[in-house]
């Protein structure tokens, strides 16, 4: 029984350092897709944070500030200068939204989807830091992101699951004690 319990422990202990050197393979690797996007951006006169907000715009409609600051992860009161700027350059605007004259939407002008389309050519055209990797390795390594964001979304699914019933619980448990 020993011997089982060390060879599990084992086996835990040499997962964690695997995932641990896939973490730090990873970082690197966003680091290089980082730099490699920043300097798709600077072609275009663009700073990263520039494109990446042209990137989460399209043809469909206003998004909102706050919607757009989730989707970017980037606080909403930082995102108003770039907001600005590029409302400046002309290739985007701020429009009122319909149904709340209070709430404005970011929309992209002509001018930034033409930014937007050309810039995103240029960006799926080049390989990048994942160009050294043949078909069958992108294909492989496709399959494993996805995998692993399932499982990181199921995840998040059942913590947020748990969360929910926790405050049911605790609201429930309140109002027994008045």
């Given at each position: 029984m020993v011997g089982t319990q060390r060879a599990g422990t084992q086996a835990a202990a040499g997962h964690l350092e695997l995932v641990r050197e896939v973490v730090g393979l990873w970082v690197q690797m966003q680091s290089r897709l980082q730099e490699h996007f920043a300097a798709l951006a600077a072609e275009h006169s663009l700073s990263a944070i520039q494109a990446k907000i042209l990137v989460q715009l399209d043809q469909g409609g206003a998004v909102t500030m706050r919607a757009l600051a989730d989707r970017l992860q980037y606080d909403p009161s930082n995102l108003t200068t770039v907001i600005d700027r590029m409302e400046e350059l002309g290739v985007l605007e701020r429009r009122p939204d319909p149904r709340d004259r209070r709430v404005k939407g970011i929309v992209l002008t002509g001018a930034g989807l033409s930014?937007?389309?050309?810039?995103?050519?240029?960006?799926?055209?080049?390989?990048?830091?994942?160009?050294?990797?043949?078909?069958?390795?992108?294909?492989?390594?496709?399959?494993?992101l996805h995998l692993a964001l399932a499982d990181t979304r199921q995840q998040a699914d059942t913590r947020q699951q748990a969360d929910t019933r926790q405050q049911a619980d605790t609201r429930q448990q309140a109002g027994g004690h008045r």
């Open positions: 930014l937007r389309e050309a810039f995103w050519q240029r960006l799926v055209s080049e390989a990048g830091p994942l160009g050294a990797l043949g078909p069958q390795q992108l294909t492989e390594l496709r399959s494993l």
